[in-house]
């Protein structure tokens, strides 16, 4: 814990992306649905048409996604950095300053590329990923809590589409659980 009293606590902490199972979860919610139905519809669609090209189309998906996770073990280092704040009104997660760097440049370079492409949808990602760098819930707002002990992992849900991963050391797990519990 980088700082610690009655009222407030807060740390920093560099989750490995990879490895983390909050984060696997969610990749696979967000991307390995969406693109295990088209691998799923290309595939079906090849064999039922007897024509092979739809493996093309099946290769460069996964093509994508291996390049995907090599660009973010490159840049990132494969870790997602952040910082937590606990008090007595409410948890907030930010991106560390470095990593809030590189994922604006980045969300720059992708919007300006966009624009030269003529791209708006890529555009639009690329002003998404400028979002969600500060996130703040109150203590009153938490719905549901899940405790991950093996991955030193807390999930809070403020609402059946809201949640966030509070990311603990294993020095500081079992403080910052008994902490959330006696706030909820």
Same mark, same amino acid.
């Given at each position: 814990?980088?700082?610690?009293?009655?009222?407030?606590?807060?740390?920093?902490?560099?989750?490995?992306?990879?490895?983390?199972?909050?984060?696997?979860?969610?990749?696979?919610?967000?991307?390995?649905?969406?693109?295990?139905?088209?691998?799923?519809?290309?595939?079906?669609?090849?064999?039922?048409?007897?024509?092979?090209?739809?493996?093309?189309?099946?290769?460069?998906?996964?093509?994508?996604?291996?390049?995907?996770?090599?660009?973010?073990?490159?840049?990132?280092?494969?870790?997602?950095?952040? /910082?937590? /704040?606990?008090?007595?009104?409410?948890?907030?997660?930010?991106?560390? /300053?470095?990593?809030?760097?590189?994922?604006?440049?980045?969300?720059?370079?992708?919007?300006?590329?966009?624009?030269?492409?003529?791209?708006?949808?890529?555009?639009?990602?690329?002003?998404?990923?400028?979002?969600?760098?500060?996130?703040?819930?109150?203590?009153?707002?938490?719905?549901?809590?899940?405790?991950?002990?093996?991955?030193?992992?807390?999930?809070?849900? /403020?609402?059946?589409?809201?949640?966030?991963?509070?990311?603990?050391?294993?020095?500081?797990?079992?403080?910052?659980?008994?902490?959330?519990?006696?706030?909820?």
């Amino acid at each position: 814990m980088k700082t610690s009293t009655d009222e407030k606590t807060s740390w920093q902490i560099n989750v490995p992306i990879f490895k983390n199972i909050l984060i696997l979860k969610q990749l696979m919610i967000a991307i390995g649905i969406p693109f295990g139905i088209v691998i799923l519809v290309l595939f079906f669609t090849s064999i039922g048409s007897g024509s092979r090209d739809a493996f093309y189309g099946i290769g460069l998906i996964i093509l994508l996604m291996l390049v995907t996770a090599m660009f973010i073990m490159i840049v990132f280092g494969g870790k997602y950095a952040v /910082e937590f /704040e606990m008090d007595e009104n409410g948890i907030t997660c930010k991106s560390q /300053e470095h990593y809030r760097q590189k994922s604006t440049i980045i969300g720059f370079l992708t919007i300006i590329l966009s624009i030269f492409s003529k791209n708006p949808t890529t555009a639009g990602a690329g002003l998404l990923s400028q979002t969600k760098h500060v996130v703040r819930i109150r203590w009153s707002k938490i719905r549901e809590i899940k405790f991950y002990p093996k991955y030193q992992t807390i999930l809070i849900k /403020e609402d059946a589409l809201s949640s966030l991963g509070i990311f603990c050391t294993k020095d500081n797990y079992t403080a910052i659980a008994a902490y959330i519990k006696n706030r909820v």
